[in-house]
Structures are given as C-alpha cells and as structure tokens.
C-alpha cells in the first residue's frame, strides 16, 4: 500500500475514532494523546505536525495528564520546555520520564547564569509547591541551583519564597533581569498613577470631604498628562506580577484559612503582616484599573498560560491573565480580596452593606421604571442553547449590561454539559458561562422547559409589587433564540420580534461596556413577553 495513502486512512480513522469514543474529559484526553503519539510516528511531514495540535487538545480536555505536557515541552525553547517538563511532574497523573528530560535541558541547553537564575526560580518553586514527591533528586538540584551566583542573594531567594513565590509558574519569556530584582517592591509601582474616579469619590466620602473638593479632585486626575510625563496606560511585567500574585493567594487562601484556625499550627504574626499588606497593595492596584478588567475577555486564559506561559511582548495577554485570575480569587470564599463593584477587603462594615443595599433598591426600581416607559427595556433576558453556541460574541454585550439581569435556566447548562465533548462550540461557551457566574453577571434558574423559566421570572417581578399604584403591562421577560420558528407555538401571549438588532440601541445606552458592531452578521431572534398575569392587555 502506498504510505501517503497510509497516512491519509489513518488520519480519517483517527478522525472517526476520536468523536465515537469521548465518552469523557479523561477518556478524550488520552484519546487525544495516543493520536498524537500515532500522528508523530508518520513519515508524512504534514501528518507528524499534527500530532503537535493533538497534545494540546489533550490539554485542553484535562490538564492532568503529564505526559501531553511532556511532548509539548520536547519542541520548545529551553525556557517554555523547562516550565511544560515542570508541568508534566506536577500534574495529578505525573510522567516520571519528564525529570530525565528536564535534568538534561539543565545540562546542555542553559548556559550562563541569567539562563540558568531565570529557570531555576520556577523550579525552585514547584519544589516548594509541589503535589508530587520529588525526593532527593530534587533536593540536590535545588542546592546546586542555590549554590549559583545568582543576582538574588539566598536570603532574598528565602524572603521571596516565604512572602509570595508568585504561584509555580513565574519566569517569562524575556525581561527577566529587570523583573525579578523589582519582585518585593514594584506591586505599588507598576501600574499607571491615576486611580479610579469611583474610588476617590468613595474615600472624600468616609473623610468627610465636600463634593465640591471632591469633584475637584476628580477633575484634576482626569486632566491629560503632558507627553513628557506621562506614563503608560498598563505595564505589561506589571500586569504579569499581579496576576501571579492572585493566582499565589488563589491557591494558597485556603491553606492560610485552615491554618489561622488551627490550634496545632500557629502561623507567626510577621508573615501575616507581610501578607496583608501584600492584600492592601493589591486590592489597591487592581482598583486602578477595574474598567478595563470588567469588560477583558479571559475565558481561555487557563488553557493558554498553561500552553504558552507568559510573554511580555503580549500587553492584552498580560490584562487578560490579570482579569482572570482576579475574578478567580474573588470568587473564593476564604479569599481575603472580593468584588462588589470595586474590589475591596472581605467582610464589609455595617455602614457599606447599607449603602449596597440603598443602591442595589435604587437600581432595581430604575430597571423597572425603564420597563414601563415607552421605548421597551425588558427586565431579565433568558439565554437558550442554540443563541449560547451560535451567536455567543453577540450575546455578550447583553449580558454584560448593568441594565440587564441575564439568566440561564438550568437545564440548558446541563446540555451544554452533556454536548462538551460532542461540540467544540460547547467548551467556549461553558468557559464563558463560569466566567459569568464568577463575577456575578448571570443567574442559573432551575427549570426543564423555556415556558417554566420565563414564567417564574415574569411572576417574580409581578409579585416585586407595583409601580406608582399600577401593575407593569410591559413584558419584563426577553427570550434569546436562534431559530423563531420554533417557538412560535409557545402557549402563552409573547409577541415574536424579528431580531435583536430592532432593540440594539435600547441595549447600548443601558450597558456601561462597550459594544461590538456585529451587524454584518445574522442576529440572535428576540420574543419579548408581556406580564403573564395580565394576557389582556396589549404591549407597547
């Protein structure tokens, strides 16, 4: 048989084989794996290369099968290779094999000692960190990468290994030297000198300040900077180190937790000092720039650091790393930094529940007063399956509207969960509906039907009571779907809308983001629903 013939039967076996088998994200990975292997071996040229996009759909799919890490790590350049072998060690399901391989890029690919301190610091760090016993083989390493006349010092390497470490995944791609000596001190230097508006008028407003001074002040650090002084927007090494800083107390939160409660283990009162006032720095830093992190898109952000690590050549990838791994902290609940519109320390006074109360009240009767006026805003917006797969970019300003409340009934999570592995449009979506549940912007409603779903909300907001002594006529319910037609014999009064674009406007004046432009592209359809209770009265 012909061997190009070969290779091309062999590919669509593999093809066929690996969407029959996925029965789950562990059997797809070792799916994906055993092609890539398959796929190394071919003599073909243009076959081997898949085998390269096979290891990281295997990553992709579960990011604890070491040896995908491996075969990654055997085509890169020493820094990325050094981090993937790391990587293979640490994964719940280690490939042993990877030590040799890193020992021998020790060996023969590192040389001089800027190379060898900026691949030692992540390893001296896994070591710290790590799940799996390296015994000692790693612990002669580490002394002999210690012994090293490294521009840190050991008892700076010690101070940086007890404060923060900044996660096991630190050294980049480059700019290294500049880096790691400004490790301690540059989370209050590395990003711009303004300061959120929001947040200067909240402190003039517990100091006791006036709004006048307050407005003042306001203005005088919303005036343009002259050329010569001013200073960037966002420092990408900067952006780097917050986010290792949040993906270090993501993980190490709930330790420091257990440990604070336990009786047995006492923590000394400096280290708790060095690290509240890491907190305070961060929370700090991290209100400087909450715009642009509420609207930066990190849904694959996880599967991409693991994949390339850190680059600062790359400014949005640093943003996106940052938002990520902020909003990942936040959404823990032994984290000590959460997010109620700003980020701030967890556990807030009496004084600032009460203000989020009056504010939160004043917000809901606003959406409701916009729901009865004569240019329709609806209240909850429900998202189906197919406008989740299909017009995903599209809904996405939507959603993140603070005009808007979006909801997800439960049993469309659930398919999308059972389509994962049968969907490569699945995965997306299912990241970016975690995304949204991490940063408070959707609500899951248990329903097993749209009808059920959008019943119960219309309901809910009748039964809120009523406005200025009238019931609401207007619908407060809008279901997103993709085919209308179908949902055309829907048994209750809903008015069928030809498509999102007729209420686009509506949409953007009540949504403090930004909207993409997509309207050379087909739109999500819209049917808007009255009140359920009053099926008599006519809409607007």
């Not at 959008?454 to 009238?470: I, P, R, W, Y």
Request: some cysteine; overall charge neutral.
């Amino acid at each position: 048989m012909d061997v190009n013939w070969f290779n091309v039967m062999v590919s669509v076996f593999c093809g066929e084989l690996q969407c029959m088998l996925a029965e789950s994200p562990r059997h797809a990975a070792m799916y994906n794996l055993y092609l890539g292997d398959l796929h190394r071996y071919l003599t073909n040229t243009d076959q081997s290369c898949l085998s390269t996009l096979y290891y990281r759909r295997a990553v992709e799919m579960d990011a604890d099968v070491g040896q995908a890490f491996n075969q990654l790590a055997l085509n890169e350049t020493p820094t990325n290779s050094v981090r993937l072998f790391l990587l293979a060690l640490l994964a719940r399901r280690p490939f042993q094999k990877a030590w040799d391989n890193l020992k021998k890029t020790f060996e023969q690919k590192v040389d001089g000692q800027i190379s060898s301190f900026i691949l030692s610091t992540p390893f001296i760090i896994l070591v710290s960190y790590s799940r799996t016993s390296l015994d000692s083989e790693g612990i002669r390493l580490v002394e002999a990468i210690k012994s090293l006349s490294d521009p840190l010092k050991d008892y700076d390497l010690a101070l940086l290994l007890l404060i923060l470490s900044l996660s096991c995944r630190l050294a980049l791609e480059s700019g290294n030297v500049t880096y790691l000596p400004r490790l301690r001190n540059s989370v209050s230097l590395i990003m711009s000198s303004r300061t959120d508006y929001r947040i200067i008028l909240l402190r003039c407003f517990r100091s006791g300040f006036n709004p006048t001074e307050a407005h003042q002040r306001v203005v005088s650090l919303m005036v343009p900077e002259s050329p010569s002084t001013a200073t960037p927007k966002f420092d990408v090494i900067g952006g780097w180190v917050l986010a290792e800083v949040c993906e270090w107390l993501f993980h190490i939160a709930p330790k420091l937790h257990t440990l604070r409660n336990s009786k047995k283990t006492p923590i000394p009162a400096a280290l708790f000092n060095v690290f509240h006032s890491l907190v305070d720095k961060l929370i700090h830093q991290l209100n400087r720039m909450a715009k642009p992190l509420r609207i930066v898109d990190d849904v694959d952000e996880e599967i991409h650091w693991l994949l390339y690590g850190a680059s600062v050549a790359d400014d949005s990838r640093a943003l996106r790393q940052t938002a990520h791994w902020a909003f990942k902290l936040c959404a823990v609940d032994t984290a000590p930094v959460e997010y109620a519109g700003y980020f701030r320390r967890r556990g807030p006074s009496a004084e600032t529940v009460e203000l989020q109360r009056k504010m939160a009240q004043l917000h809901t009767e606003n959406i409701r007063r916009e729901a009865l006026s004569s240019q329709w805003m609806p209240v909850y917006i429900v998202l189906d399956y197919d406008v989740l797969i299909q017009r995903l970019k599209s809904v996405c300003p939507l959603v993140n509207s603070s005009s808007l409340i979006a909801v997800i009934p439960s049993f469309v999570l659930r398919r999308l969960d059972a389509n994962k592995n049968l969907c490569a449009d699945a995965r997306p979506a299912i990241r970016m509906c975690e995304m949204w549940q991490t940063r408070g912007r959707i609500r899951v409603v248990e329903a097993t039907s749209h009808f059920e779903c959008c019943s119960g909300l219309a309901d809910s907001v009748t039964a809120a009571g009523d406005v200025d002594g009238q019931s609401p006529t207007h619908a407060m319910v809008a279901l997103l779907v993709e085919d209308l037609e179908s949902f055309q014999d829907m048994r209750i009064p809903w008015q069928p809308v030809p498509a999102v674009a007729d209420y686009e406007q509506t949409f953007i004046e009540g949504s403090e983001t930004r909207v993409v432009d997509h309207r050379d592209r087909p739109r999500p359809k819209l049917i808007r629903g009255r009140n359920l209770r009053d099926t008599q009265t006519k809409g607007p």
